[in-house]
T-cell receptor, first 116, second 112 residues
Framework: NAGVTQTPKFQVLKTGQSMTLQCAQD?????MYWYRQDPGMGLRLIYYSASEGTTDKGEVPNGYNVSRLNKREFSLRLESAAPSQTSVYFC???????????????FGPGTRLTVL | QKEVEQNSGPLSVPEGAIASLNCTYSDRGSQSFFWYRQYSGKSPELIMF????GDKEDGRFTAQLNKASQYVSLLIRDSQPSDSATYLCAVPGNQAGTALIFGKGTTLSVSS
């Protein structure tokens, strides 16, 4: 099993360009997440999908859109990139069995994005 | 909005010592707590999950939960240089438990 995979690993964009970050998991997990991590800021949730067909905003959703393409795939789109979106982006997935206790999240390797 | 607070460190300990990492949380109703380890340039990985009250031990790692004081600790016994990493504390952020709120992490440095 590959676990959680993300593409690309690195990306440099110019201000105003758009791009889509791809994420896929092969663990048959119901829930998937997108986080960004900035120095001194920890992990901040952008969007999550509790199950196929649903998406919800997290702490910092502005400037991003997501698509839960199917149970395996969850993509993050930047429509018009800004320098403030320079960050490391992590995708994660979890099985969602705990009914409120919280589920272990498994993280992908991350995408390092620079917006000039 | 639930909050999780951690001292950013760095926390420096010599090899073989006990490292103590602390995390405080704002929601008195929180019952589940996660500790993740993140090596520099890598993604977070779960090292401990503790639910409800009391202590939980797993090898050299012990998680201690004090609900009255709203903090959870991670103790690392016999610290090794390979334990040098950032440790992230997290709690469920919604009722369904499907999203986690992370603290900013504590950086641990173990010197040989």
């Amino acid at each position: 099993n590959a676990g959680v995979t993300q593409t690309p690993k690195f990306q440099v964009l110019k201000t105003g360009q758009s791009m889509t970050l791809q994420c896929a998991q092969d663990m048959n997990h119901n829930s998937m997440y997108w986080y960004r991590q900035d120095p001194g800021m920890g992990l901040r949730l952008i969007y999550y999908s509790a199950s196929e067909g649903t998406t919800d905003k997290g702490e910092v959703p502005n400037g991003y859109n997501v698509s839960r393409l199917n149970k395996r795939e969850f993509s993050l789109r930047l429509e018009s990139a800004a320098p403030s979106q320079t960050s490391v982006y992590f995708c994660a997935s979890s099985e969602t069995l705990s009914k409120g206790r919280g589920d272990t999240q498994y993280f992908g390797p991350g995408t390092r994005l620079t917006v000039l | 909005q639930k909050e999780v607070e951690q001292n950013s460190g760095p926390l420096s300990v010599p090899e073989g010592a006990i490292a103590s990492l602390n995390c405080t949380y704002s929601d008195r109703g929180s019952q589940s707590f996660f500790w993740y380890r993140q090596y520099s340039g890598k993604s977070p990985e779960l090292i401990m999950f503790i639910y409800s009250n009391g202590d939980k031990e797993d090898g050299r790692f012990t998680a201690q939960l004090n609900k009255a004081s709203q903090y959870v600790s991670l103790l690392i016994r016999d610290s090794q240089p390979s334990d040098s990493a950032t440790y992230l504390c997290a709690v469920p952020g919604n009722q369904a438990g499907t999203a986690l709120i992370f603290g900013k992490g504590t950086t641990l440095s173990v010197s040989s």
